[in-house]
């Protein structure tokens, strides 16, 4: 599809789907933390990210995932988020396969407006348990797993409404 010019690729639209359970929650609880978020679709169709993000008993995130078929996408040149967010950081994270460690990631900012965040596909930093890696930013030539996460090292209710997720060429 083409906007404004741009030929772009939906990798995810809340917009065309029924529900959000293709989408899986990973919170801090999988190494004891008790923070909690959820995905659901709110009545405009979107996708609603939100919860609460603790950071008792050594937490401090909440993550959101999308898993699918393996993706060639070297023929785009960056990601374009539509959301409306609640003034907070957020990572938007890549992996070029689902067996990968780690996640390419890029920390954006919301604010609090429906907006349009692009990142380019350089921009991506390769991180594991929030420490940068050796190792080049992401190639931008496959992809199959992404992501959403807050943590922003504080306590903390969160909310993003989500309409889609695409690359860009």
Do not use: C, H
Request: no cysteine; proline share 2%.
């Amino acid at each position: 599809m083409f906007i404004n010019g741009e030929e772009r690729q939906d990798i995810y639209s809340f917009n065309e789907f029924e529900d959000a359970g293709n989408w899986f929650i990973v919170d801090d609880r999988v190494m004891g933390g008790i923070s909690q978020g959820t995905i659901s679709l709110n009545e405009n169709g979107n996708g609603v990210y939100s919860g609460k993000v603790s950071t008792e008993n050594n937490g401090g995130f909440s993550s959101v995932r999308l898993r699918f078929d393996l993706r060639e996408v070297s023929e785009y040149k960056a990601i374009s988020l539509k959301l409306k967010g609640d003034q907070k950081n957020y990572q938007f994270r890549i992996k070029s396969t689902s067996g990968q460690y780690y996640s390419y990631v890029n920390t954006f900012q919301t604010n609090g407006e429906w907006e349009e965040i692009r990142i380019p596909f350089d921009k991506f930093k390769p991180e594991f348990r929030g420490r940068l890696l050796d190792k080049p930013n992401y190639p931008g030539d496959v992809m199959e797993e992404i992501a959403f996460l807050i943590g922003n090292k504080k306590n903390e209710s969160f909310r993003l409404e989500i309409e889609s997720i695409s690359i860009i060429k």
